[in-house]
Protein backbone atom coordinates (compact mmCIF):
# COMPACT_ATOMS: atom_id res chain seq x y z
CA UNK A 1 0.00 0.00 0.00
CA UNK A 2 2.97 2.34 1.20
CA UNK A 3 4.78 1.52 -2.57
CA UNK A 4 1.47 2.30 -4.43
CA UNK A 5 0.85 5.81 -2.78
CA UNK A 6 4.62 6.47 -3.46
CA UNK A 7 4.61 5.27 -6.73
CA UNK A 8 1.76 7.94 -7.38
CA UNK A 9 3.00 10.71 -5.46
CA UNK A 10 6.17 10.75 -7.51
CA UNK A 11 3.95 10.31 -11.05
CA UNK A 12 1.71 13.19 -10.01
CA UNK A 13 5.51 15.36 -9.17
CA UNK A 14 6.84 13.98 -12.13
CA UNK A 15 3.68 15.55 -13.74
CA UNK A 16 3.56 18.83 -12.53
CA UNK A 17 6.55 19.12 -13.35
CA UNK A 18 6.23 18.51 -16.57
CA UNK A 19 3.68 20.31 -17.07
CA UNK A 20 5.23 24.01 -15.88
CA UNK A 21 8.43 23.09 -17.82
CA UNK A 22 6.17 22.77 -21.66
CA UNK A 23 3.60 25.92 -19.93
CA UNK A 24 6.71 27.59 -19.67
CA UNK A 25 8.27 26.93 -22.87
CA UNK A 26 5.26 27.28 -25.02
CA UNK A 27 3.66 30.26 -23.44
CA UNK A 28 2.17 32.95 -25.62
CA UNK A 29 2.92 36.59 -24.04
CA UNK A 30 0.16 39.25 -24.70
CA UNK A 31 1.11 42.60 -25.70
CA UNK A 32 0.49 44.37 -22.25
CA UNK A 33 -1.35 47.02 -24.66
CA UNK A 34 -4.14 45.04 -25.17
CA UNK A 35 -5.27 45.04 -21.53
CA UNK A 36 -4.76 48.61 -21.53
CA UNK A 37 -7.03 49.31 -24.46
CA UNK A 38 -9.72 46.50 -23.16
CA UNK A 39 -9.60 48.56 -19.94
CA UNK A 40 -10.44 51.60 -22.10
CA UNK A 41 -13.18 50.38 -23.93
CA UNK A 42 -16.84 50.41 -22.29
CA UNK A 43 -17.15 46.23 -21.67
CA UNK A 44 -20.39 46.37 -23.57
CA UNK A 45 -20.02 43.29 -25.19
CA UNK A 46 -22.47 44.45 -27.94
CA UNK A 47 -20.77 43.52 -31.16
CA UNK A 48 -21.40 46.61 -32.89
CA UNK A 49 -17.60 47.37 -33.68
CA UNK A 50 -18.10 43.97 -35.86
CA UNK A 51 -15.90 41.57 -33.51
CA UNK A 52 -17.17 38.99 -30.41
CA UNK A 53 -16.56 41.60 -27.85
CA UNK A 54 -14.34 44.28 -26.45
CA UNK A 55 -11.25 41.99 -25.97
CA UNK A 56 -11.58 40.78 -29.26
CA UNK A 57 -11.40 44.37 -30.29
CA UNK A 58 -8.61 45.52 -28.30
CA UNK A 59 -6.53 42.61 -29.60
CA UNK A 60 -7.54 43.81 -33.11
CA UNK A 61 -6.37 47.61 -32.85
CA UNK A 62 -3.66 46.50 -31.17
CA UNK A 63 -2.32 44.33 -33.91
CA UNK A 64 -3.44 46.37 -36.34
CA UNK A 65 -1.04 48.70 -38.20
CA UNK A 66 -3.86 51.70 -38.07
CA UNK A 67 -7.46 51.62 -36.60
CA UNK A 68 -9.03 52.79 -40.24
CA UNK A 69 -12.38 50.93 -40.01
CA UNK A 70 -11.94 50.01 -35.78
CA UNK A 71 -14.70 52.28 -34.20
CA UNK A 72 -15.90 51.30 -30.89
CA UNK A 73 -19.58 52.11 -31.14
CA UNK A 74 -20.98 52.85 -27.73
CA UNK A 75 -17.57 54.59 -26.18
CA UNK A 76 -17.35 57.10 -29.38
CA UNK A 77 -14.58 59.25 -30.50
CA UNK A 78 -13.64 59.93 -26.90
CA UNK A 79 -12.98 56.21 -26.40
CA UNK A 80 -11.07 55.96 -29.69
CA UNK A 81 -9.42 58.92 -29.31
CA UNK A 82 -7.53 57.07 -25.79
CA UNK A 83 -7.08 53.95 -27.67
CA UNK A 84 -5.22 55.89 -30.12
CA UNK A 85 -3.17 57.68 -27.20
CA UNK A 86 -2.15 54.41 -25.97
CA UNK A 87 -1.43 53.11 -29.16
CA UNK A 88 0.26 55.43 -30.75
CA UNK A 89 -1.74 55.99 -33.69
CA UNK A 90 -4.41 58.47 -34.92
CA UNK A 91 -8.04 58.42 -34.73
CA UNK A 92 -9.88 57.66 -37.72
CA UNK A 93 -13.14 60.57 -37.43
CA UNK A 94 -16.73 59.05 -37.55
CA UNK A 95 -19.51 60.92 -37.46
CA UNK A 96 -22.01 59.49 -34.30
CA UNK A 97 -24.81 57.51 -36.19
CA UNK A 98 -28.27 56.03 -34.54
CA UNK A 99 -31.25 53.58 -34.93
CA UNK A 100 -33.64 54.75 -37.62
CA UNK A 101 -36.81 52.13 -38.20
CA UNK A 102 -37.68 52.60 -42.03
CA UNK A 103 -41.08 51.60 -41.64
CA UNK A 104 -44.33 53.97 -41.42
CA UNK A 105 -46.44 51.27 -41.76
CA UNK A 106 -49.14 52.31 -38.78
CA UNK A 107 -52.07 50.29 -38.30
CA UNK A 108 -54.28 53.38 -39.88
CA UNK A 109 -52.13 53.40 -42.71
CA UNK A 110 -51.77 49.66 -42.96
CA UNK A 111 -55.00 47.48 -42.33
CA UNK A 112 -54.62 43.95 -41.56
CA UNK A 113 -55.67 41.74 -43.70
CA UNK A 114 -54.87 38.51 -41.44
CA UNK A 115 -53.71 37.11 -37.91
CA UNK A 116 -50.82 35.78 -37.04
CA UNK A 117 -50.70 33.05 -34.35
CA UNK A 118 -47.87 31.67 -33.83
CA UNK A 119 -44.04 31.91 -32.04
CA UNK A 120 -43.56 35.52 -30.67
CA UNK A 121 -40.50 36.16 -33.08
CA UNK A 122 -40.17 38.10 -36.21
CA UNK A 123 -37.42 35.44 -37.37
CA UNK A 124 -40.15 32.91 -37.52
CA UNK A 125 -42.73 35.00 -38.34
CA UNK A 126 -41.25 36.11 -41.55
CA UNK A 127 -39.85 32.18 -42.24
CA UNK A 128 -43.47 31.22 -42.83
CA UNK A 129 -45.54 33.97 -44.51
CA UNK A 130 -45.55 37.81 -45.23
CA UNK A 131 -47.32 39.57 -42.15
CA UNK A 132 -50.61 40.41 -41.09
CA UNK A 133 -51.04 42.99 -43.51
CA UNK A 134 -50.36 43.27 -47.45
CA UNK A 135 -47.01 44.53 -47.13
CA UNK A 136 -44.56 41.69 -47.36
CA UNK A 137 -41.75 44.09 -46.71
CA UNK A 138 -43.13 46.05 -43.73
CA UNK A 139 -42.39 45.43 -39.66
CA UNK A 140 -43.91 42.36 -38.75
CA UNK A 141 -44.19 44.20 -35.22
CA UNK A 142 -43.49 40.88 -32.94
CA UNK A 143 -40.20 42.90 -31.30
CA UNK A 144 -37.45 41.07 -31.89
CA UNK A 145 -35.03 44.31 -32.42
CA UNK A 146 -36.80 45.48 -28.67
CA UNK A 147 -35.16 42.07 -27.60
CA UNK A 148 -31.53 42.30 -29.15
CA UNK A 149 -30.91 45.81 -27.72
CA UNK A 150 -28.66 45.31 -24.72
CA UNK A 151 -29.19 49.15 -23.78
CA UNK A 152 -33.38 49.39 -23.58
CA UNK A 153 -32.94 51.83 -26.76
CA UNK A 154 -36.07 51.03 -28.44
CA UNK A 155 -39.50 50.26 -27.59
CA UNK A 156 -42.38 48.85 -29.34
CA UNK A 157 -45.44 51.69 -29.88
CA UNK A 158 -48.55 49.89 -28.31
CA UNK A 159 -50.66 52.28 -31.19
CA UNK A 160 -48.41 51.68 -33.91
CA UNK A 161 -47.48 48.30 -33.77
CA UNK A 162 -44.04 49.88 -34.71
CA UNK A 163 -40.48 49.97 -33.08
CA UNK A 164 -39.31 53.78 -31.61
CA UNK A 165 -36.08 54.17 -30.87
CA UNK A 166 -35.19 56.58 -27.82
CA UNK A 167 -32.58 58.31 -29.20
CA UNK A 168 -30.64 59.31 -25.52
CA UNK A 169 -29.90 55.73 -24.57
CA UNK A 170 -29.03 54.31 -28.75
CA UNK A 171 -25.25 53.83 -29.24
CA UNK A 172 -25.62 52.33 -32.47
CA UNK A 173 -24.36 48.89 -31.67
CA UNK A 174 -26.20 47.61 -34.62
CA UNK A 175 -27.57 44.66 -32.86
CA UNK A 176 -31.32 45.69 -33.27
CA UNK A 177 -30.13 45.94 -37.49
CA UNK A 178 -29.13 42.08 -37.27
CA UNK A 179 -31.94 41.30 -35.42
CA UNK A 180 -34.81 42.57 -37.75
CA UNK A 181 -35.38 39.90 -40.68
CA UNK A 182 -37.23 42.57 -42.72
CA UNK A 183 -34.17 44.69 -42.63
CA UNK A 184 -36.13 48.05 -42.13
CA UNK A 185 -33.27 49.07 -39.45
CA UNK A 186 -30.41 51.04 -40.28
CA UNK A 187 -27.49 53.06 -38.86
CA UNK A 188 -27.71 56.71 -39.40
CA UNK A 189 -25.46 59.86 -39.72
CA UNK A 190 -27.47 61.53 -36.13
CA UNK A 191 -26.58 64.78 -37.79
CA UNK A 192 -26.55 68.30 -36.80
CA UNK A 193 -28.47 68.65 -33.56
CA UNK A 194 -30.11 65.14 -34.39
CA UNK A 195 -31.43 66.08 -37.47
CA UNK A 196 -32.08 63.76 -40.17
CA UNK A 197 -34.10 63.26 -43.31
CA UNK A 198 -34.51 59.51 -44.89
CA UNK A 199 -37.35 57.65 -46.24
CA UNK A 200 -39.31 55.94 -44.00
CA UNK A 201 -40.20 53.10 -46.17
CA UNK A 202 -38.24 49.60 -47.62
CA UNK A 203 -41.10 48.36 -49.82
CA UNK A 204 -40.16 48.09 -53.55
CA UNK A 205 -43.36 46.67 -55.33
CA UNK A 206 -44.78 49.25 -57.79
CA UNK A 207 -46.51 52.26 -57.04
CA UNK A 208 -50.15 50.99 -57.54
CA UNK A 209 -49.45 47.59 -55.65
CA UNK A 210 -47.47 49.73 -52.78
CA UNK A 211 -50.02 52.12 -51.94
CA UNK A 212 -52.77 49.52 -52.21
CA UNK A 213 -50.69 47.78 -49.69
CA UNK A 214 -49.73 50.99 -47.64
CA UNK A 215 -50.93 54.51 -47.92
CA UNK A 216 -47.53 55.80 -46.66
CA UNK A 217 -45.31 53.87 -48.86
CA UNK A 218 -42.77 54.89 -51.42
CA UNK A 219 -44.29 55.00 -54.35
CA UNK A 220 -41.27 55.85 -56.57
CA UNK A 221 -42.80 58.18 -58.37
CA UNK A 222 -39.15 60.29 -59.10
CA UNK A 223 -40.37 63.85 -57.34
CA UNK A 224 -38.22 63.85 -54.83
CA UNK A 225 -35.14 62.63 -57.06
CA UNK A 226 -36.08 65.78 -59.07
CA UNK A 227 -35.84 68.35 -56.34
CA UNK A 228 -32.56 67.16 -54.78
CA UNK A 229 -29.78 69.82 -55.78
CA UNK A 230 -27.30 67.11 -53.88
CA UNK A 231 -27.51 63.98 -56.06
CA UNK A 232 -28.42 62.61 -52.69
CA UNK A 233 -30.99 60.85 -53.78
CA UNK A 234 -31.14 57.29 -55.96
CA UNK A 235 -34.19 55.42 -56.86
CA UNK A 236 -34.17 51.39 -57.01
CA UNK A 237 -36.29 48.84 -57.18
CA UNK A 238 -39.42 51.54 -57.21
CA UNK A 239 -37.75 52.69 -53.98
CA UNK A 240 -36.59 55.66 -52.87
CA UNK A 241 -33.53 56.38 -51.15
CA UNK A 242 -31.74 59.45 -49.36
CA UNK A 243 -27.59 59.03 -48.86
CA UNK A 244 -27.41 60.27 -45.50
CA UNK A 245 -23.35 60.99 -46.36
CA UNK A 246 -24.89 63.68 -48.96
CA UNK A 247 -28.06 65.00 -47.65
CA UNK A 248 -27.78 68.64 -46.86
CA UNK A 249 -31.08 68.72 -44.86
CA UNK A 250 -32.49 71.08 -47.24
CA UNK A 251 -35.78 69.26 -46.65
CA UNK A 252 -36.86 70.42 -50.24
CA UNK A 253 -37.90 66.78 -50.69
CA UNK A 254 -40.16 66.14 -47.80
CA UNK A 255 -42.57 68.45 -49.23
CA UNK A 256 -42.80 67.32 -52.46
CA UNK A 257 -43.67 63.24 -51.33
CA UNK A 258 -47.29 62.81 -52.19
CA UNK A 259 -47.49 60.08 -49.94
CA UNK A 260 -45.21 61.51 -46.79
CA UNK A 261 -42.83 58.72 -46.99
CA UNK A 262 -40.41 61.33 -46.18
CA UNK A 263 -39.44 61.85 -42.69
CA UNK A 264 -38.03 64.63 -41.41
CA UNK A 265 -36.81 64.43 -37.45
CA UNK A 266 -35.08 66.83 -34.48
CA UNK A 267 -36.67 70.16 -37.05
CA UNK A 268 -38.18 72.72 -34.87
CA UNK A 269 -41.73 73.06 -36.42
CA UNK A 270 -42.22 75.10 -39.54
CA UNK A 271 -43.66 78.68 -38.57
CA UNK A 272 -47.21 79.12 -40.27
CA UNK A 273 -46.85 82.46 -42.63
CA UNK A 274 -49.07 85.58 -41.04
CA UNK A 275 -52.54 86.23 -42.40
CA UNK A 276 -52.78 89.30 -44.03
CA UNK A 277 -53.64 92.14 -41.87
CA UNK A 278 -57.01 93.02 -42.97
CA UNK A 279 -57.35 97.11 -44.52
CA UNK A 280 -58.21 100.12 -42.06
CA UNK A 281 -58.87 102.75 -44.40
CA UNK A 282 -62.16 102.99 -46.11
CA UNK A 283 -62.45 101.66 -49.57
CA UNK A 284 -62.57 104.60 -52.16
CA UNK A 285 -66.37 105.90 -53.24
CA UNK A 286 -67.43 106.53 -57.13
CA UNK A 287 -69.43 109.35 -57.47
CA UNK A 288 -71.67 109.08 -60.62
CA UNK A 289 -70.60 111.17 -63.63
CA UNK A 290 -73.49 113.60 -64.35
CA UNK A 291 -75.02 113.13 -67.69
CA UNK A 292 -75.19 115.77 -70.56
Given amino acids: MLTTILVLAAIGALGSVLLFVVSKQFE ?3 DPRIAQVSETLPQANCGGCGFPGCAAFASACVKSENLDGLFCPVGGSVVMERVSSILGMAATASDPTVAVVRCNGTCEARPRTNVYDGASSCKIAAALYKGETDCSFGCLGLADC ?14 THLPEVLEDKCVACGAC ?3 CPKMIIELRKRGPKGRRVFVSCVNKDKGGAAMKACKSACIGCSKCLKECKFEAITIADNLSYIDHTKCRLCRKCVSVCPTNAIH ?4 PPKKEAPAPEASTEPAPTTEPQPVH
Fill in 177 to 179: VKA
Fill in 28 to 30: VKE
Fill in 146 to 159: VVACPFDAIHMNPE
Fill in 264 to 267: EVGF
